[in-house]
């Protein structure tokens, strides 16, 4: 079924086309790669599926609701992971999921309980009353993993998931990403590392020029190097931004 759907995005700044035809769509149970250069388009498209950003034209779904028209109801049924954001520097961890708990209609039990799972999962359970503002990058990235998961929503936006995260973490978050989309879920992680949407994505997309330029899935993956179809997709494209390799 599916639960992420995107059909021919275009969005302009200026003379910059950031969108251009982008389509997408992401089944409950996968767990989806965005993969692309700099500049493809990537987060662009995760704004307008979050209803952050409304397109120029085309149209979105999103667990049946429509993020261009609907970006409340969007947004309340689904997790974000924006990329290098970090919680209120004057809000300690607990008092920040006591806040999206609340914004997500959550009960006090249920996030307490969440809110210490999570920091179990990750290792941050001594700093749950540190000031965000007193925390390490990678601890404050684990604040705002947790914030995406907290209401457990059937679709996840993630950006860089593992980004600052020491190898263990990064272990027990691909995992836990793993046994997420397994449930049922829908996960969209945008990434520029090749090995981590090689091991655990289902399926992977690769990104080029605001559109969608070749699809793997995991199977077909087993066969050849993503690396390779990769630099052969961009290369073909021509991306705008990535600078041509030599020798
Ligand atoms: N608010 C904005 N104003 C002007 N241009 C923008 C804005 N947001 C994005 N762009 C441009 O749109 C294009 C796509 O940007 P986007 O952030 O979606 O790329 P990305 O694939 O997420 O890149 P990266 O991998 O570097 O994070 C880029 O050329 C970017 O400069």
């Known amino acids: 079924m599916t639960a992420i759907s995107a059909t021919d995005l275009r969005k302009t700044y200026g003379d910059v086309r950031a969108l251009d035809g982008m389509s997408v769509e992401v089944e409950r149970g996968e767990l989806y790669g965005f993969l692309g250069p700099n500049g493809a388009g990537k987060t662009t498209t995760m704004e307008v599926l979050t209803g952050q950003l409304r397109p120029d034209s085309g149209s979105a779904a999103v667990l049946g609701t429509d993020p261009t028209e609907e970006p409340v109801e969007t947004r309340a049924r689904v997790g974000i992971l924006p990329e290098q954001l970090s919680p209120p520097s004057f809000l300690t961890p607990r008092?920040?999921?006591?806040?999206?708990?609340r914004v997500r209609g959550l009960d006090d039990d249920t996030v307490a309980e969440r809110a210490e799972t999570w920091a179990e999962r990750l290792g941050y359970t001594a700093k749950v009353d540190t000031l965000c503002a007193d925390l390490s990058r990678g601890q404050q990235q684990k604040v705002m993993v947790t914030q995406a998961f907290l209401h457990e929503p059937d679709a996840v936006f993630i950006d860089e998931p593992l980004a600052n995260l020491d190898p263990i973490v990064q272990e027990r978050?691909?995992?836990?990403?793993?046994?997420y989309a397994e449930r049922g879920n829908a996960v969209l992680v945008s990434t520029h590392?090749?090995?981590?949407?090689?091991?655990?994505?289902?399926?992977v997309g690769i990104v080029t020029n605001g559109t969608l330029v070749a699809e793997r899935s995991a199977d077909e993956l087993g066969e050849?190097?993503?690396?390779?179809?990769?630099f052969e997709e961009v290369e073909s494209a021509g991306s705008r931004d990535t600078p041509v390799l030599e020798g």
């Open 224 to 230: 050849e190097s993503l690396l390779d179809v990769f």
């Open 173 to 179: 978050v691909k995992r836990f990403l793993v046994e």
């Open 193 to 203: 590392n090749v090995e981590v949407a090689e091991d655990i994505c289902t399926r």
């Open 95 to 101: 008092e920040y999921f006591d806040f999206v708990g």
